[in-house]
């Protein structure tokens, strides 16, 4: 089967930027999430959803950051305006009984 | 909430030596622990779970145990080899439904040929 996709791959931006990512799940996954690994860390929850509805976004920086999953099928995840800090790799990933990872989108803020 | 704690954060062994990582889960709710490998520039993927029904699962040259009691659990591998070099994750989470698995900082192993 096919496996999680994500684009794009990499992106460098300015600070104060914005910038999206975008998450296709595996088929009939009807749980998809969004991580945020920042190097030398293990993956942070931002934001995970099911269906179309929000489960948890507790720990997504919502004064910038924000997810939708639109059809609960695709979802988008976009930052604006960027912080430096936000340098990291966002991974979507999706789950029937076992959740699974995409490849990652690798952001640089300089 | 969920807290995670994993070590050791680097490992490093000969080729067919083995190798051990621990985890350790404060949520005694938790009943499904997946390990994951992210190699350089990949995300993370499932080499091998364990659900608190069975104390030990084995998969070739990997093995997972799981010890409910005292809220820990492990990853070997055996007979590491070269291209086992990568950073391992463990995770911990109530499955079914919506789960949210929380991760440990990883264990970065290296395979020394």
């Known amino acids: 089967e096919a496996g999680v996709a994500q684009s794009p791959r990499y992106k460098i931006i300015e600070k104060r930027q914005s910038v999206a990512f975008w998450c296709n799940p595996i088929?009939?996954?009807?749980?998809l999430y969004w991580y945020q690994q920042i190097l030398g860390q293990g993956p942070k929850l931002l934001i995970q959803f099911q269906n179309n509805g929000v489960v948890d976004d507790s720990q997504l920086p919502k004064d910038r950051f924000s997810a939708e999953r639109l059809k609960g099928v695709d979802s988008t995840l976009k930052i604006q305006p960027a912080k430096l800090e936000d340098s990291a790799v966002y991974l979507c990933a999706s789950s029937g009984n076992t959740i699974y990872f995409g490849e990652g989108s690798w952001l640089t803020v300089v | 909430g969920e807290n995670v704690e994993q070590h050791p954060s680097t490992l490093s062994v000969q080729e067919g030596d083995s190798a051990v990582i621990k985890c350790t889960y404060s949520d005694s709710a938790s009943n499904y622990f997946p390990w994951y490998k992210q190699e350089l520039g990949k995300g993370p993927q499932l080499i091998i779970d364990i659900r608190s029904n069975v104390g030990e699962k084995k998969d070739q040259r990997i093995a997972v145990t799981l010890n409910k009691t005292a809220k820990h659990f492990s990853l070997h591998i055996t007979e590491t080899q070269p291209e086992d070099s990568a950073v391992y994750f463990c995770?911990?989470?109530?499955?079914?439904?919506?789960?949210?698995?929380?991760f440990g900082r990883g264990t970065s192993l290296i395979v020394h040929p």
């Open positions: 995770a911990a989470t109530l499955s079914g439904g919506s789960y949210i698995p929380t």
């Open positions: 088929s009939g996954h009807a749980t």
